[in-house]
């Protein structure tokens, strides 16, 4: 009983940071539909700027605001480029070249070794439930999970902002339409995605190791949740927590097969229903 309980914790703690990463990225998807392909990138660099200041500062804080305000500016540099590119295809496409761009830089400046932040010892005391004891961090993970998706419901559903972002992820030509500056919107939901993307870099890479592939395997599991989800859902994100269970379950008992149980759970839910569990219909 124990280890399924560490088994589903874990797949549920995994979620938690995915849910924090594709929160973003769903929202990108769904508003501008583009595939940011160069989002898997903000995770690692999120990862490593919070790395370089934590290890000048020795504050893990600072070195998390850090990592997640310059993921931020660099989605704003992305989105500048984006924009000044026509069409969905050669606008992916752009986004492929800056990841390329951005993790070589990555291996240039950081080299190609695996790293992790050291938590503050407040956040890593163990969480103790009768006889199983869990890592605090993990558990922190899954908190700041929760509160960023109470905090995006009610920036999406009980703000202006949010209506409008719900308004133009059903059609953005209207809501251009009728006088709104939907340039700004995309900007601010570029910056959104970039600084959720960078956050969780940071908390992540407080308990895995990251390194050069990390940002393909972050971005391959976000593109998951995304398509399982349903585009510009935010619920759909919460699918994470789905996909990290099976992650979990799928290394543990069946790791030669771990890839086709998460590939075969996309297929069946595509097949059922092409949309995504929380996307609306085309």
Same mark, same amino acid.
């Given at each position: 009983?124990?280890?399924?309980?560490?088994? =589903?914790?874990? #797949?549920?703690?995994?979620?938690? @940071?995915?849910?924090? !990463?594709?929160? %973003?990225?769903? /929202?990108?998807?769904? +508003?501008?539909?583009?595939?940011?392909?160069?989002?898997?990138?903000?995770?690692?660099?999120?990862?490593?700027?919070?790395?370089t200041v934590q290890s000048k500062t020795g504050?893990?804080?600072?070195?998390?605001?850090?990592?997640?305000?310059?993921?931020?500016?660099?989605?704003?540099?992305?989105?500048?480029?984006?924009?000044?590119?026509?069409?969905?295809?050669?606008?992916?496409?752009?986004?492929?070249?800056?990841?390329?761009?951005?993790?070589?830089?990555?291996?240039?400046?950081?080299?190609?070794?695996?790293?992790?932040?050291?938590?503050?010892?407040?956040?890593?005391?163990?969480?103790?439930?009768?006889?199983? =004891?869990?890592? #605090?961090?993990?558990?922190?993970? @899954?908190?700041?999970? !929760?509160?960023? %998706?109470?905090? /995006?419901?009610?920036? +999406?559903?009980?703000?202006?902002?949010?209506?409008?972002?719900?308004?133009?992820?059903?059609?953005?030509?209207?809501?251009?339409?009728?006088?709104?500056?939907?340039?700004?919107?995309?900007?601010?939901?570029?910056?959104?995605?970039?600084?959720?993307?960078?956050?969780?870099?940071?908390?992540?890479?407080?308990?895995?190791?990251?390194?050069?592939?990390?940002?393909?395997?972050?971005?391959?599991?976000?593109?998951?949740?995304?398509?399982?989800?349903?585009?510009?859902?935010?619920?759909?994100?919460?699918?994470?927590?789905?996909?990290?269970?099976?992650?979990?379950?799928?290394?543990?008992?069946?790791?030669?097969?771990?890839?086709?149980?998460?590939?075969?759970?996309?297929?069946?839910?595509?097949?059922?229903?092409?949309?995504? /569990?929380?996307?609306?219909?085309?």
């Open positions: 009983m124990n280890n399924t309980f560490l088994l =589903i914790m874990n #797949g549920l703690t995994y979620g938690a @940071l995915l849910f924090i !990463v594709s929160s %973003g990225f769903t /929202l990108i998807f769904g +508003l501008m539909r583009i595939v940011n392909m160069s989002h898997g990138v903000f995770y690692i660099l999120g990862a490593y700027v919070s790395y504050n893990w804080v600072v070195g998390t605001l850090a990592g997640t305000a310059a993921v931020g500016l660099m989605a704003l540099i992305v989105y500048q480029l984006i924009n000044r590119v026509n069409g969905d295809l050669p606008r992916t496409l752009l986004t492929v070249g800056i990841a390329m761009i951005l993790a070589d830089f990555c291996l240039w400046a950081w080299g190609g070794l695996p790293l992790t932040l050291q938590a503050p010892a407040q956040l890593r005391r163990p969480v103790i439930l009768g006889s199983f =004891i869990y890592p #605090g961090f993990r558990s922190f993970v @899954l908190v700041t999970a !929760v509160v960023i %998706g109470l905090a /995006l419901w009610v920036l +999406l559903h009980h703000t202006k902002f949010g209506a409008i972002v719900r308004a133009g992820v059903d059609n953005r030509w209207m809501v251009a339409a009728l006088g709104i500056n939907i340039e700004r919107i995309f900007a601010l939901t570029f910056l959104l995605g970039g600084l959720l993307a960078g956050f969780g870099g940071a908390i992540g890479g407080s308990y895995l190791a990251f390194g050069p592939g990390t940002d393909f395997i972050i971005l391959t599991y976000a593109l998951v949740v995304v398509i399982l989800g349903g585009m510009g859902s935010l619920a759909g994100s919460a699918v994470g927590a789905v996909v990290g269970l099976v992650d979990s379950f799928g290394r543990t008992y069946f790791s030669e097969l771990a890839i086709f149980l998460l590939s075969g759970t996309l297929i069946l839910v595509l097949a059922f229903r092409p949309q995504g /569990l929380f996307g609306r219909p085309g």
